[in-house]
């Protein structure tokens, strides 16, 4: 399961951001998931609550946000998200597209208590 190793550098994140902070913990996290990461949504959050005890996120919520594919055309300029498998130009339908979003996992948000 990936997703724990996933976890582990999410909380690298995590203490890093409250040591900066000087925070005494973190409430909430927001993870935004690309469709395409290749990570589970509920395996992360079981990694999540397994790897968040004895730590500063021992009580936080986590808040899992999709990210859907977003494509770019540098044919047209065209940008379109693409909800089904079909990667062309939603404008021009060339198959010359970028993916510039939907392949990551960020930490979008870290409540954290000082």
Do not use: N, W
């Not at 976890?7 to 925070?23: G, P, T, Y």
């Not at 968040?52 to 594919?69: E, H, M, R």
């Not at 062309?88 to 979008?108: N, W």
Request: net charge negative.
């Amino acid at each position: 399961m990936h997703e724990l190793s996933l976890v582990a550098s999410v909380f690298e994140v995590l203490e890093d951001e409250a040591r900066k902070h000087c925070a005494r913990r973190v409430s909430r996290v927001v993870l935004r998931v690309g469709v395409m990461s290749g990570a589970v949504p509920e395996l992360l959050e079981s990694a999540f609550e397994s790897y968040k005890q004895g730590t500063l996120a021992a009580t936080a919520k986590l808040d899992i946000v999709a990210v859907p594919v977003r494509l770019r055309c540098p044919d047209c300029g065209g940008e379109a998200v693409r909800e089904d498998t079909d990667f062309s130009c939603a404008a021009c339908g060339s198959r010359r597209v970028e993916i510039v979003e939907g392949r990551d996992l960020v930490v979008g948000t870290i409540d954290l208590e000082t």
